[in-house]
């Protein structure tokens, strides 16, 4: 059984870091390509970043890309996503999710597998 789970979230300051993590329990999560999505409230969900399954080459939504690194610990079967300089616009619910597949995309409905979301409210 694929199970994902999301910590790592919090409140933090504008233009401080958060570094979040998705354990993968039931699957070995070198072979499935994840995806951190956020939802923010009364907006839709959005791709924020990918890393693929196949050689580990990372994607990133233009609104977060210099600021947010994704990364996998094959060893730990975790992904993480480290975000810096956080700001306001970024406090949504942060989900990752995994597919089969080795190819990244960032839309919603490609990925079957879900954690249940982790807080990120960026504050002062």
């Known amino acids: 059984q694929v199970q994902l789970a999301e910590s790592g979230g919090g409140l933090v300051q504008p233009g401080g870091s958060l570094r979040l993590s998705c354990a993968a329990s039931?699957?070995?999560?070198?072979?499935?390509?994840i995806a951190w999505f956020r939802q923010a409230p009364g907006k839709e969900r959005e791709g924020v970043s990918c890393i693929s399954s196949r050689d580990g080459s990372s994607y990133y939504a233009d609104s977060v890309k210099g600021r947010f690194t994704i990364s996998r610990d094959n060893a730990k079967n975790t992904v993480y996503l480290q975000m810096n300089s956080l700001k306001p616009e970024d406090t949504a619910v942060y989900y990752c999710?995994?597919?089969?597949?080795?190819?990244?995309?960032?839309?919603?409905?490609?990925?079957?597998?879900w954690g249940q979301g982790t807080q990120v409210t960026v504050s002062s």
């Open positions: 039931g699957f070995t999560l070198d072979h499935y390509t």
């Open positions: 999710a995994a597919r089969a597949r080795f190819m990244c995309v960032m839309t919603s409905y490609d990925f079957g597998s």
